[in-house]
């Protein structure tokens, strides 16, 4: 049983397109996230929610929205597509108490063209 | 700028061998936890050590965590091929934010 899954695992567009992410957990955890990793690795947090409400909404485009319709779901949608875009993006779960680890899924290899 | 900034950002070790991975942060922490990524998958949590302990084990793996001087060093011992990958230090400052570094990627030849 996959614990973290998201879908799409590739997904390849134009430019302009509007597109959607979506982030399944069975885990029963609390908190859910949306990470972008770029071309060079590094990993950078975009959104974090408890319990369906949003608690961290890094410095992402407002092109970007989170929706988290129950504590087990996490989808992100992204209107008009950029070539900057392109990227991997995880959806990861974790419990809401301290010192606990996080759970990642497979991830979403978006590339815009 | 990240918080958690890994050192040497490539490894190439031959099997048996242990690797030594470093990672160094800012600020005050929870914890700091290593993960590891392989080639087109997600992240693995690997091991988790709070701030008010100063050495953990796991297998193979050693972590310690010096607060004064804001490191962590990975030790992998006796490595395999198997372990060629990416490797992160993540520190949680929050409960809701586990910022990452750039990634050690270490080939472990066979």
């Known amino acids: 049983d996959t614990a973290v899954s998201q879908t799409p695992k590739y997904l390849v567009t134009q430019m302009g397109n509007d597109k959607s992410i979506k982030c399944e957990q069975n885990?029963?955890?609390?908190?859910m996230y949306w990470y972008k990793q770029d071309s060079k690795k590094f990993l950078k947090i975009m959104f974090s929610?408890?319990?369906?409400?949003?608690?961290i909404n890094e410095t992402v485009p407002n092109r970007f929205s989170p929706k988290s319709p129950d504590k087990a779901h996490l989808n992100l949608h992204i209107n008009s597509l950029e070539l900057g875009d392109s990227a991997v993006y995880f959806c990861?779960?974790?419990?809401?108490?301290?010192?606990?680890?996080?759970?990642f899924g497979q991830g979403t290899r978006l590339t815009v063209v | 700028s990240q918080q958690g900034e890994e050192d040497p950002q490539a490894l190439s070790i031959q099997e048996g061998e242990n690797a030594t991975m470093n990672c160094s942060y800012k600020?005050?922490?929870?914890?700091l936890q290593w993960y590891r990524q392989n080639s087109g998958r997600g992240l693995v949590h690997l091991i988790l050590?709070?701030?008010?302990?100063r050495e953990k084990h796991s297998g193979r793996l050693r972590v310690t965590l010096d607060t004064s001087k804001k490191s962590s060093s990975l030790l992998i011992t006796a490595s395999r091929a198997a372990d060629t990958a990416s490797y992160f230090c993540?520190?949680?400052?929050?409960?809701?934010?586990?910022?990452f570094g750039k990634g050690i990627t270490l080939s472990v030849r066979p």
């Open positions: 885990l029963g955890h609390d908190t």
């Open positions: 929610y408890n319990n369906k409400e949003l608690i």
């Open positions: 050590i709070r701030s008010n302990e």
């Open positions: 990861a779960s974790s419990p809401l108490h301290q010192n606990t680890e996080a759970f």
């Open positions: 993540a520190t949680d400052v929050t409960n809701s934010k586990l910022t």
């Open positions: 600020t005050s922490i929870n914890n």
